[in-house]
């Protein structure tokens, strides 16, 4: 048997708007995402062939995690393997740290992970323009999470989400995500933001800000459209950004489709002071920093 593991972090988005959408149904966005210290453990194990057993199986430590067809991770493998060609028996172990349905990109940095660590075990037969078109065939930001894999922390995603270039990551700060509990579908979502006016919006700035490494204007420049539609419908996750915005936050905005709410502060001292209010409101927070 030969086994490999990766470590894949979970996603924030510095930007995030929604440009429009096409005739198939999909969304056009333009997004900034950053990688994060706060990661979920990904194993993929190549056993010997076998007759009676299942070609992919699937372990997670996290019991709301399905451990069957319906995880991206196993789409994932079987992606890989439809441009492979030459399947052979794996099993894929999840070790569950990123909060779930939470807008971090828990379950695309999952099936990023068992894409590349699949390449790498069949010696790397595909680039990694092949393996970002492979990821943008399971979900928006399936590719961003490929770069963060890889170890590339910052990056623009644009069209469907699958055209990846890496900018300037953002200067070093401590972010706080913060769960509701409550729980956003992505179509829905998306469903809110047809049904709402498109806001004019421009990401150029934020990645000016960004290659000055000056945190201030990044601050004033992050964005997501979901946000405004998102949050009127969830009330606890509105109570979150409230209560991350009187907490000293730098700034505070809503991760992907949410619900999760994210601050970002340049004080670490203030930062840990806010995990201890959220966690006693009843919420759940996690302490992480920004990668580079």
């Not at 390449?119 to 393996?131: D, I, K, V």
């Amino acid at each position: 048997m030969q086994t490999m593991t990766i470590r894949a972090p979970a996603k924030i988005n510095l930007y995030l708007a929604v440009t429009g959408k096409e005739e198939n149904g999909y969304h056009t966005v333009e997004t900034v995402m950053q990688a994060i210290s706060l990661f979920d453990v990904v194993t993929v194990t190549k056993r010997k062939a076998s007759l009676t057993a299942e070609c992919i199986t699937i372990s997670c430590n996290h019991p709301d995690i399905p451990c069957d067809k319906t995880n991206l991770a196993w789409r994932a493998a079987i992606r890989f393997f439809e441009e492979y060609r030459t399947p052979f028996p794996i099993h894929i172990q999840i070790e569950k740290h990123i909060p779930i349905a939470g807008g971090l990109a828990g379950g695309s940095t999952n099936a990023a992970a068992v894409l590349v660590l699949l390449n790498r075990l069949t010696g790397s037969p595909f680039s990694r323009e092949r393996l970002l078109s492979m990821g943008a065939a399971l979900g928006m930001d399936v590719p961003f999470c490929i770069l963060s894999c890889m170890g590339i922390s910052t990056a623009l995603g644009l069209h469907y989400g699958e055209k990846m270039l890496p900018c300037t990551p953002i200067p070093p700060c401590t972010v706080l995500a913060a769960s509701s509990g409550e729980q956003v579908s992505t179509p829905w979502a998306y469903q809110m933001i047809d049904n709402n006016p498109l806001a004019s919006v421009n990401y150029l700035p934020l990645l000016h800000a960004l290659d000055a490494s000056d945190l201030s204007s990044v601050f004033s420049h992050m964005y997501n459209a979901f946000e405004g539609v998102i949050l009127p419908q969830r009330d606890k996750a509105r109570q979150c950004h409230t209560l991350l915005s009187e907490s000293g936050a730098d700034k505070v905005l809503m991760s992907g489709s949410g619900p999760t709410v994210i601050a970002l502060y340049t004080s670490k001292e203030t930062a840990q002071r806010a995990l201890k209010t959220v966690n006693a409101s009843g919420m759940h927070a996690v302490l992480c920093t920004t990668l580079s």
